[in-house]
């Protein structure tokens, strides 16, 4: 196979399709996002951020001496850290609130995470069991993607959903519980090594029904778990100039380790959570009578999209264009109805029955991943979401690994030894570690096998819409 050049000016192209994107014709919305992320950026390699923060807390001081009766200015004084890291961002308010009587209201836990639909869903079993351990607590999910909202719309276990977090901000929430008491307990679940962390109020201010669940026993058990899992599950190429799973991560499941780490009782097996809108069944009245339909998906994240727009390199999750035509035919002639979901940016697939990329909300896909015959499509988003949904997939796994990612009573297929370069280089999305310019990977697929997998479980299933 050939290899690759990668041009020295991709990052430059890059942040100046961004700018064009999301600064010029990207929205209100999208044009305040990237202009936050550009300066947050630049302020963290700088330093700068310190420089702000201190004005902030000058302002609260100056604020604090013309009139000390104010109250919202004493609690502002006094959470000042709080305050500081929560005023950057979108749809604060109720954190604001949140210090108000500290003492003898109910135990305040926030989770953080990263990630995109996939990443959001993950943390779904975590938000659950953290209900169930502390059903009166107030839950607030702190979240970079701008699409938690939508995901965990009419989810029971979360109050408050804060968008566009960043790491800065984590970090000083982080240490305002520390130093402040702000709220009682933070769980961070990082999404790469898929660990839990827990940051624990003070215990003369945090809430005691904190201590009766989160004890010293609690966490020296999880903190030595995440000592087995400290490594990030990385790979390296091996003699053979292939990537290989590390040993140390073989065999395990993101859900045990996030079981593991945070001590909690979640596992492989453990289901995702997704509340479908009233109303989105009626997706299903454009489907034909009595055809059994699979749903198909061709996309990645969006900003791996714009790596690939910039750099003109094929994704390295996705299976080839040409491979996914002689699927979708051979489809077609076992008269299944073929359905391309996705966003609307995601390459189309010729020959597909119904083209739905764009156009459905994630209710309306979550209610077709639920009645399809089958979802077929690489490890991503809409996988996790048919898994939350009760739905049954076809996966085809390549820089991601089958162990770690591969729901159990899916059919995951891999078709090549070379597999697993998941985060191997900080490029993996875009560049095959290995330097090809096609990565084997998916490359190695079969069109036959895929069809042959997809037609078993149909007929296993024995689904016709009616």
């Excluded at 999404?191 to 003070?202: C, K, Q």
């Excluded at 988003?381 to 159990?408: E, M, Q």
């Excluded at 993996?428 to 990977?441: K, N, S, T």
């Amino acid at each position: 196979m050939s290899t690759v050049h990668k041009s020295p000016l991709r990052h430059v192209r890059y942040l100046a399709l961004l700018f064009r994107t999301e600064f010029l014709f990207g929205g209100a919305e999208r044009r305040r996002y990237f202009i936050r992320r550009l300066v947050d950026r630049v302020a963290v390699r700088l330093g700068l951020f310190a420089i702000p923060e201190y004005l902030f807390m000058a302002r609260l001081a100056l604020r604090y001496r013309q009139d000390r009766r104010h109250y919202l200015g004493l609690r502002e004084w006094r959470y000042h850290r709080w305050f500081w890291a929560i005023e950057r961002l979108q749809d604060s308010d109720n954190l604001r609130s949140w210090v108000v009587g500290r003492a003898s209201s109910r135990p305040k836990i926030i989770v953080m995470g990263t990630g995109s639909i996939g990443d959001v869903l993950q943390i779904t079993p975590v938000l659950r069991v953290m209900r169930e351990m502390f059903p009166t607590a107030q839950i607030a999910l702190l979240h970079r993607s701008l699409i938690a909202k939508k995901i965990l719309r009419g989810n029971p276990n979360v109050d408050v959903i804060v968008q566009e977090a960043d790491f800065y901000a984590f970090d000083q929430i982080k240490r305002s519980v520390e130093t402040e008491g702000a709220v009682d307990l933070i769980v961070d679940v990082q999404s790469v090594t898929y660990r839990i962390t827990y940051t624990v109020a003070p215990p003369e201010m945090r809430h005691p029904d904190i201590d009766r669940v989160i004890t010293p026993e609690f966490l020296a058990k999880a903190e030595a778990a995440r000592d087995f899992w400290r490594d990030a599950p990385t790979q390296k190429l091996d003699a053979q100039n292939k990537c290989a799973w590390s040993s140390i991560w073989r065999g395990r499941h993101f859900l045990d380790a996030l079981g593991a780490t945070g001590n909690l009782p979640i596992g492989r097996n453990s289901p995702l959570d997704f509340y479908i809108e009233d109303g989105a069944d009626a997706i299903l009245r454009r489907f034909p009578q009595g055809h059994v339909f699979v749903t198909v998906q061709n996309g990645v994240d969006a900003d791996v999209m714009n790596w690939s727009r910039v750099t003109g390199q094929y994704p390295t999750k996705l299976l080839p264009l040409a491979i996914w035509r002689e699927v979708v035919q051979l489809l077609s002639d076992k008269k299944l109805f073929v359905v391309q979901l996705g966003g609307k940016d995601d390459a189309l697939i010729d020959g597909v029955s119904l083209d739905l990329r764009g156009a459905t909300s994630l209710s309306e896909a979550a209610v077709l991943l639920r009645n399809a015959a089958a979802h077929v499509g690489t490890e991503g988003g809409l996988v996790h979401l048919s898994r939350a949904v009760g739905g049954k997939s076809v996966v085809l796994f390549g820089p991601t690994a089958v162990d770690f990612f591969g729901y159990p009573g899916n059919v995951n297929v891999q078709a090549s030894d070379c597999t697993g370069c998941w985060r191997a280089k900080r490029d993996w999305f875009i560049y095959c570690p290995r330097g090809l310019a096609e990565a084997e990977c998916m490359n190695a697929f079969q069109p036959e096998a895929i069809v042959e997998a997809i037609i078993k479980n149909v007929s296993e299933k024995h689904y016709i819409y009616q």
